[in-house]
């Protein structure tokens, strides 16, 4: 099913990736693609789920004002991780609920996002693109399955780690684990929310819903898939001897983003942001279904 690759623990710089404009060839020319890109990274702050929805929503009506006033706006894209949550889509419905819903055991957000429930929580890597289509490709279904190719291409990569799709359906699967999904929404052809991919995440709170509505599938993550597949290396030594979560999640995020910018032919402008004066902004409106007391 997977494969390992040989990846260096020891080697990992603490810097931002510098990733230079890809080049293409067009009319036997070469055309530098320079397409701006915001780039914040959260990928070691647990950012609670609501101010990062809000943070959002403020981006895209930033964007928007952008688009009126100057006719385009630049990319940007958030990556961080979430406490433990569950978040409900356009199609949710309470029956793929496990547990009482005046009595979760996280709190539980409806949101404007497409698909059904799922669960974020720490170890789980959250990319949150939010780009202007109208300069890249217009056309949802390219889209989505851009973004599945962003964590196809990562998996593979960096950990030897062959995933797919499944017909039919959305997100990022190792045979009958779903590693990634996706749910996303567009406003005036500007995307927000994004995926979400389980890289040292505990998946027992997956057990309280049924992810996505999919009932005859599991949730797996990275570090369980290297776990199984060290399980079947007789005699070998360990491809995890130096891997802690910390080193996982950051080697994981840094294919992430390298593949992102590949695929969106993007150049990163790195942006910082307070996260205490993040958390302290005021939310937009957002529905909140419950929340644990």
Excluded at 97 to 123: A, K, S
Excluded at 194 to 213: E, Q, R
Excluded at 222 to 237: D, N, P, R, V, Y
């Amino acid at each position: 099913m997977i494969l390992l690759g040989s990846y260096s623990l020891t080697s990992i710089p603490s810097s931002p990736i510098s990733l230079r404009p890809h080049s293409s060839v067009a009319h036997g020319r070469m055309v530098q693609c320079s397409r701006r890109c915001e780039l914040f990274d959260l990928h070691q702050e647990l950012i609670p789920y609501d101010v990062a929805w809000s943070w959002q929503k403020d981006i895209v009506r930033e964007k928007k004002s952008q688009i009126e006033n100057e006719g385009d706006c630049s990319d940007t894209l958030i990556i961080l991780q979430h406490p433990s949550v569950y978040t409900l889509g356009t199609a949710s419905t309470h029956h793929n609920l496990n547990f009482d819903i005046e009595n979760p055991p996280f709190p539980i957000y409806r949101t404007e996002r497409g698909g059904e429930v799922t669960f974020h929580g720490p170890g789980q890597l959250i990319m949150y693109p939010i780009i202007n289509l109208r300069r890249h490709k217009m056309d949802l279904h390219w889209y989505l399955r851009t973004l599945e190719e962003v964590v196809i291409r990562a998996l593979s990569s960096t950990f030897s780690i062959q995933a797919s799709r499944v017909e039919g359906l959305t997100g990022v699967w190792v045979g009958n684990q779903k590693l990634a999904a996706l749910g996303i929404r567009v406003a005036h052809w500007i995307t927000y929310h994004g995926l979400a991919l389980n890289v040292t995440t505990d998946l027992s709170p997956f057990k309280w819903v049924i992810p996505c509505g999919i009932r005859d599938r599991q949730v797996g993550s990275i570090k369980g898939l290297l776990k199984e597949a060290q399980s079947c290396i007789a005699h070998g030594t360990s491809v995890l001897h130096d891997l802690d979560d910390t080193s996982l999640i950051h080697i994981t995020y840094r294919s992430l983003i390298e593949e992102f910018s590949r695929a969106f032919q993007l150049e990163y402008h790195y942006k910082t942001i307070s996260v205490p004066v993040l958390c302290k902004r005021k939310p937009s409106c957002f529905s909140k279904e419950t929340q644990q007391s």
